[in-house]
């Protein structure tokens, strides 16, 4: 039973065999956690680490999920302030792989450093509150958007303008057409309310997140009457 | 043609590179699982988090081609080293055993789980060699990356590391 001289490839297969692990290091997150207790020291050292890369301003983009009439938003934020918003069929993969090639890498997931922001836009969903006080991050926006983008930010809640109109105070009076292609590229929908800028005649127009939400969103501000 | 093609490989390695938090998603059980080994449980938590600290400064200047498994865990690697020198200066056991899964009593009659306590006494590149080569799947050049030495030298040390196990180990 003890013979010395254990084969090297017995030694190698035990290693083999204990060191196996069910969670495969590529699957994200580890959810289908077969070693429980190593797992969960893991992901627990993990999320600790989120939280101090956030705290210690060390990562450079922090992103957290919102709830929402919607569904569930994302959120993401620089040192500055909020940088992005995505809708729920943006997916967080399409949000944080754009936000790594336009910004930076380094990104966590860290809820404390969004909840300003989450607090605001749930005031907001259930009509508490009328304009939002977050720092906004324009980085994302460049300087045509950030004309029209501007003007925008200024339309009242409950108030309309028509994409002529925004072109023309933004300082390009036959840019309507480009407007409109800055309004849809708004980085940080509902925070900027492009939703409030409609067709000259009244009509609905475009909406990034679908007009359904539009409508919603003017009818919450008021500016439409409810659907009966 | 040149500049305009050297441009757009650099473009694509940026673009490659994941975004931190997923880099660790996929890594962090493998980092942990190391580190437990390397350190043991107590000192894990500790080494863990200086490791993707390091890993977050230095991240935005990798590039997105390299190994990034066996780039963090060069980093691992040298966190524990650092770890046990700091204990061989609180003049404290450099391995001990008890502290490598210590509280997994269950496991504790198992064959493997003496292996791998055996592992832990090993000397540090020995250990090292042998945690990455079995628990990692490292492949000896990559070792060698992280242990910092040749590859000739990490086949090495995964052999001598081998034969004392084949010593303490009964059949």
Not at chain 1, 172 to 178: N, V, Y
Not at chain 1, 205 to 223: D, F
Not at chain 2, 63 to 77: E, M, P, Y
Not at chain 2, 129 to 157: F, K, M, N, Q
Request: include cysteine.
């Amino acid at each position: 039973m003890s013979d010395r001289k254990t084969d090297y490839r017995t030694i190698e297969t035990a290693l083999r065999r204990r060191a196996a692990q069910p969670a495969g290091e590529g699957s994200a997150g580890g959810a289908r956690a077969g070693r429980g207790r190593e797992s969960r020291g893991a992901a627990e050292a993990a999320a600790r680490l989120a939280r101090r890369m956030a705290d210690e301003g060390l990562a450079d983009v922090t992103y957290a999920p919102a709830e929402s009439p919607f569904g569930t938003l994302l959120l993401a934020a620089t040192r500055r302030g909020l940088v992005r918003l995505a809708f729920p069929e943006e997916g967080l993969d399409a949000m944080l792989e754009g936000l790594a090639r336009r910004i930076s890498p380094r990104i966590v997931e860290a809820p404390g450093s969004l909840d300003e922001a989450r607090r605001e836009l749930e005031e907001y969903f259930s009509g508490r509150r009328r304009a939002f006080e977050l720092a906004l991050d324009w980085r994302l926006v460049g300087p045509f958007g950030r004309r029209v983008l501007g003007v925008t930010a200024q339309i009242p809640y409950g108030g309309v303008l028509s994409y002529a109109e925004v072109a023309a105070d933004a300082g390009s009076p036959r840019g309507h057409r480009a407007a409109g292609n800055a309004l849809g590229a708004n980085p940080m929908p509902i925070v900027i309310p492009c939703h409030r800028v409609l067709r000259s005649g009244g009509a609905l127009g475009g909406y990034g997140g679908g007009t359904q939400r539009k409508r919603w969103l003017l009818e919450l501000e008021g500016a439409l009457p409810p659907a009966p | 043609m040149a500049r305009a093609r050297s441009r757009s490989v650099s473009t694509t390695a940026i673009s490659a590179l994941p975004p931190f938090q997923r880099f660790l998603d996929a890594h962090r059980d493998l980092v942990w699982r190391f580190l437990v080994r390397a350190v043991g449980h107590t000192e894990a938590e500790d080494c863990f988090q200086e490791t993707f600290i390091a890993a977050l400064r230095a991240y935005p200047r990798v590039r997105a081609d390299s190994n990034l498994r066996a780039w963090v865990l060069t980093i691992a690697h040298r966190k524990a080293l650092d770890a046990h020198r700091a204990r061989a200066r609180r003049a404290l056991p450099v391995a001990d055993p008890a502290a490598v899964d210590g509280r997994q009593s269950a496991s504790a009659g198992m064959p493997d789980e003496e292996l791998w306590q055996a592992v832990g006494e090993l000397p540090a590149r020995q250990r090292s060699a042998i945690t990455l080569r079995y628990l990692a799947d490292l492949p000896h050049r990559d070792i060698a990356v992280a242990i910092g030495c040749s590859e000739e030298a990490a086949r090495r040390s995964l052999h001598e590391g081998l034969k004392k196990l084949r010593e303490v180990m009964p059949a």
